[in-house]
């Protein structure tokens, strides 16, 4: 009788092609990679769960992943095994911490304090079927160069993460299970981000003053409510910068709610240190 070889977590086996490659796919994760102490990433990760359940210590809150669950790690946070059903099985979207700089998964800084108190979302069978379709197209890309292939995974992912948005977005609207000021912040933002940057609209939309409103956002998010809001404008104009080329900077302006371009060169250098077009040309 063959001996059974003993399980390797592909984290474990995958540390030297994750820092090569920036994006990669990993099946057959049956858990977290063993040790004693709790498991933290250096890499940003997204869990996806085919079968099974794996209960967790997120930091110091209780999480889970289990079948047609969708988890977003953000790094440096604290991961232990709470208890797991022998048949637990996920895939694993893992990408160097290097590529959160990339223009293109701008998306990633969208998403940190919406899903990094929140982590995991559950999915129904579409939604999990659609999530695994983009899945498999980041799997097919072997035959293509490193240089092309970070491109062209960074492209797949920044679409994987802007559907997985889409549909956690529906299901909190549905079943109004997030009740924090923040989230329907972020919601907001997200419909009137390229009408309003002032921090006294989304108070209002709140229903809250301007400073009690700021106060709670920072509290729950670690963060005001004006970063937030520079946040999500440059990270948009970053995106249209590096992949609508054919947009001059004026267009892009125009698009986010400038009212010159001008404007919107000062708004974009006081926030990342350069011009549009300096991003653009480094680019």
């Known amino acids: 009788m063959k001996k059974e070889q003993p399980y390797t977590h592909p ?3 995958s ?5 090569e490659e920036g994006i990669v796919v990993l099946d ?9 102490e709790p498991f933290v990433s250096p890499d940003y990760v997204i869990c996806i769960g085919h079968r099974g359940r794996i209960d ?17 790690i953000f790094p440096n946070h604290a991961l232990t095994t709470v208890s797991k059903t022998d048949d637990y099985l996920a895939t694993l979207i893992v990408v160097d911490v290097s590529m959160l700089n990339d223009p293109m998964l701008q998306i990633i800084r969208q998403m940190r304090y919406r899903y990094e108190s929140h982590p995991c979302v559950l999915l129904d069978r579409h939604e999990y079927r659609m999530i695994m379709n ?4 980041m799997r097919e890309t072997s035959h293509i160069e490193i240089a092309d292939r970070r491109v062209f995974l960074a492209r797949q992912l920044e679409f994987l993460l802007r559907l997985l948005s889409y549909y956690r977005g529906k299901k909190l609207n549905e079943t109004h ?3 924090r000021i923040s989230s329907r912040f972020h919601n907001d933002l997200a419909k009137h981000f390229r009408q309003h940057r002032d921090v006294g609209f989304y108070a209002q939309q709140a229903c809250l003053s301007a400073k009690h409103f700021s106060t709670v956002i920072k509290e729950e998010t670690g963060h005001t409510a004006a970063h ?5 404008v440059v990270a948009e104009a970053k995106m249209l910068l590096h992949i609508r080329r054919d947009l001059t900077v004026q267009a892009i302006a125009d698009m986010l709610g400038f009212d010159e371009q001008a404007t919107f060169s000062r708004y974009f250098r006081r926030e990342t240190g350069m011009s549009p077009t300096e991003f653009r040309e480094r680019g």
């Open 11 to 13: 984290i474990t086996l």
């Open 15 to 19: 540390n030297q092609r994750i820092k």
């Open 28 to 36: 057959d994760a049956r858990g977290l990679p063993t040790g004693k």
């Open 56 to 72: 967790l210590m997120y930091d110091d809150y209780a999480d889970f992943s289990e079948k047609h669950s969708v988890g977003v």
């Open 134 to 137: 983009a899945v498999d197209i």
């Open 177 to 179: 299970t997030d009740k």
């Open 228 to 232: 937030w809001i520079h946040t999500q």
